[in-house]
């Protein structure tokens, strides 16, 4: 039970990331790549700040929102400037600087040491330090992610993102500065990756560089691809699946560090047999 | 010895390996048009190849070498045969194309990490003992001239090949126009395969020649495949001249400014070059 539980709150962590990065990605038309840096500011930010300050969760969530707003601000704005291939290239790019950064300011992140003893949240007094309260933190998280997600892509403002996805010059004719529009839904979904990155930093109380690697971007794409571009149950559905997968495998009863490279593979060969007969994925509503 | 010649050597041999990778990268681009993210894995193939049958089952080097050439392509050309041909008669989209490739190059690199471990392994037994040659007033190691002068031969090689065979030609119609040369009578998918074969063994090749300088692990792909492609970028994507002029222009970026920084920067340093690029001159300095 304690085990479900574990899944159950890993799944919400990257169902939150799988919703994020779909708003980009899925409504958007913007294959990024970078999504993992977002998740790993969010969690620094909280790991820091409940190890080496007294400052509460709630507002290590809101700094580490902050602090990804301003970094995919700078991001975005370069990346803006670019559609197709080439801006999954410059985001592929952000992704190892700002890898490197996590990994070479020691004297802030510890690098491959990571960060020891961060503690479990207490919110308004209430102490989510057992397993199911955090399950139902994080499910709260999910739930505020998906409605506030849902707006978005209803509103006129999501109505102009899938345009640009279908046509982007098109809608310039109209009048709306595409450049904007992108480098908001872009800012938009990494404050979103930022809250998961805190609940996964206080979630498992140790993070280190290795969590926020190009894989992880990779791999919470695949969550999307295979859910479903452009539809966010999609995105639930892929993150389900995904976390559920490696269980099946541990089954086959592989050695640790050949499962985690076997789970790798799986994941390789989803992407493949989805772009050449499902690019759609299970419930999307948009190919690549 | 003084620092600056040093530098400069140094800058000289990364140089070269990169433009190596850039070359296969390049030409792939150009008569495919879509960035091949599995390029990479080509190399550390070679490089575990040479591994396995020089240093485990104790072949005869050269045999080893050839073979890990002959694989490398091999495996290029059947990624070609299996994914990316039934793609392209499908037309799907180079985003397509690239998420295929991402997934082949996760599935490979775990492959690998599962046949070899993922620990970083030697292949030449005796580092220390090569012989050191000076020059200018630098030092450089016996591998490093191998490095050098390999990577002179196979660029003049493949240049007098693109510039006056028939074969050579028929990737530079393709390059123009794929529907086109289709139409005068090329077997496009053909020589698409061969632009495949040939990249890969080129990369291999530079798989190799990293084990011998240095040492081989299964992420080396991802990070010689990244200094390819900010090569071929910064050079002019496309462009096999552009790319090596990339390639070198970054060995010297990169050798510079680790010795003003540090060197844990490096591929930092290069993507800050990729996105200078990207922002001022998004097509190379060789522009067409």
Redesign the interface.
Known sequence: MEYLIHLAILFSIYAILGISLNLVVGYTGL?S?THAAFYGIGAYATAILLTQSGVGFLLSVILGIILAVLASFLIGA?LS??D???Y???S???S??VF??F??WQSLTRGPLGILGISKPELFGIDFSSNFAFLILSLLFLIAIYFVSKFIVNSSFGRVLKAIREDEKAIQVFGYNTLYFKLAVFVMSAAMAAVAGSLFASYITFIDTSTFT??ES?FI?TII?LGGLANLHGSILGALFLILLPEILRFVGFPT??AV?????V??????LL??YR?QGLIGEY?? | MGIIPQLILNSIIAGAIYSLVAIGFSLIYGATKFFNLAHGVMAAIGGYSVFYFAKTLGWDLWLAVSIGMLLAGLIGYGLDKIIYKPLRKRKASNMVLLVASLGAFTALQAIIAILFTSQFQTISGNIGAQNIYEIFGGVITQTQLIILISAITIMAGLALLLKYTMFGKAIKAISDDEEVSKIVGINTDKIIGYVFFIGSVIAGLAGILVGFDTGIKPTMGLSLLLKGVIASIVGGIGNIYGGVLGAFLLGFVENFGIWKISGEWKDAIAFGLLIVFLIFRPRGIINN
Do not use: E, W
């Open positions: 294959l790549i370069v400037k670019f197709g291939d080439y999954a290239l410059g592929f790019g952000f190892v600087i490197s950064v990994l070479n190009l894989m990779i794409l691809i560090d050949i490279q076997m789970r790798q593979v994941y390789g060969l989803i992407l493949i772009m050449l690019p190919k690549l």
